[in-house]
């Protein structure tokens, strides 16, 4: 698979994907309460995470984006 998560790109999605899973699980907030919102942001924080370690991201790569130099 060829990288196309660039820099920029893969640090807000590290953080975004640590902001979820904090949400989700430390937070304490009423919204998150539910199953279904503190498991879907905890399955979104992952895959955020995810694509950050590994540069590559499935739905950049079928609409053809690159954010990386190339």
Do not use: Q
């Amino acid at each position: 698979m060829t990288v196309n998560v660039g820099t920029i790109d893969r640090i807000l999605r590290a953080a975004l994907g640590v902001v979820l899973l904090y949400l989700a699980f430390l937070s304490g907030l009423p919204a998150f309460e539910a199953p279904v919102w503190k498991y879907l942001a905890a399955i979104i924080g992952v895959v955020m995470l995810i694509v950050a370690a590994v540069r590559v991201c499935p739905i950049y790569s079928i609409l053809g984006v690159r954010t990386c130099a190339r």
